[in-house]
């Protein structure tokens, strides 16, 4: 189920037994466990149990059927536990058949463990990256619990530069929101002033600027990463590395997960990869690589000029598409 859902079953008083959260967006999965803890759990520190991911069956065992001390339930926690197949034989196995009605089990997984999927009475809460539309919402109603207002355009500002990421969102807004005051209002020359960029959604913002041929723009996001500090060359080392993957998603047969693998990115990331590497042709993806490959030698071969080839290289991607 997805976490909204989940979030809506715990409030209307529906129990599972066994909580398994996985997913790339870290908020919902910490968010998971602190509604869990806050329904169910009274003196955590007699009724809620950490686990190391190396424990025993009999560890997991033995803790779950410790009976709750003025509690309605015990729980026991386990992050990023991957279990194989012959883990489950024997005790751990029959527990999840016929689990302790005053305990909880919560695994909070960054990436999915189907073993424990196999067992009806674990459920499997989705923390994906949430969508737009759902993080607006989420922004707009903590706004208004501060009782200051936001509309959905700034909403969304605020998502696309923390790329989606509700740990980031959830810090940035709140930023916002002592910002601006009591019965006051967000705008997005707030979000501008107050949430920081970071080299990841700039060069994406560049991209996307280059993408649709909005080169002016493209220019003020180049302009601004060398004004705070960022070389010339090194910015187009950057957009080089990002070309590069523009490419491979583009040539690429391989899905999403085995991508991300490669890698070594989030899900969320390569998703929006492909999104932007559909605004290009292949062949204009593989001429701006071999491009910025030339330049990228160049200077680190000392013939060309940084700053200037940097510059010229960018103009180069522009005007070939």
């Known amino acids: 189920m997805k976490y909204v859902e989940f979030k809506s079953q715990v409030n209307d008083g529906k129990e599972h037994a066994v909580y398994l959260f996985e997913g790339e967006d870290a908020f919902f999965r910490e968010s998971g466990v602190s509604l869990l803890k806050r329904k169910f759990v009274s003196q955590p520190e007699l009724n809620f149990v950490c686990l190391e991911n190396d424990c025993s069956s009999g560890q997991i065992v033995a803790s779950l059927e410790g009976y709750p001390f003025m509690s309605k339930k015990r729980m026991t926690l386990i992050r990023e536990f991957y279990p194989k197949q012959e883990y489950f034989k024997g005790q751990l196995s029959d527990y999840l058949n ?17 073993n424990f999927k196999k067992f009806d009475n674990v459920c499997v809460v989705e923390c994906q990256k949430a969508d737009t539309a759902l993080i607006v919402k989420w922004i707009r109603a903590k706004c208004a619990q501060s009782n200051v207002l936001i509309d959905g355009q700034t909403a969304q500002l605020i998502s696309e530069y923390c790329l989606s990421d509700m740990t980031r969102i959830n810090t940035e807004t709140e930023k916002l929101i002592c910002y601006v005051g009591e019965g006051s209002q967000i705008n997005s020359q707030d979000v501008m002033d107050m949430v920081s960029r970071d080299m990841e959604y700039k060069i994406y913002e560049l991209t996307d600027h280059i993408a649709k041929k909005k080169f002016d723009l493209a220019l003020v996001v180049v302009k601004d990463m060398t004004k705070k500090g960022e070389p010339p060359q090194k910015v187009l080392s950057y957009i080089y590395n990002y070309f590069r993957r523009l490419l491979h998603v583009a040539i690429s047969d391989m899905d999403t997960d085995e991508i991300a693998k490669a890698f070594g990115v989030k899900e969320f990331a390569v998703r929006k990869m492909k999104e932007q590497a559909n605004m290009f042709k292949k062949k204009a993806l593989k001429s701006a690589v071999d491009t910025l490959a030339d330049s990228d030698y160049k200077i680190k071969y000392g013939l ?18």
């Open 98 to 114: 016929n689990p302790c009605p005053d305990s909880i089990l919560v695994i909070v997984n960054e990436k999915t463990s189907e």
């Open 304 to 321: 060309a000029d940084g700053d200037n080839r940097a510059y010229l290289t960018i103009f180069k991607i522009m005007t070939d598409r």
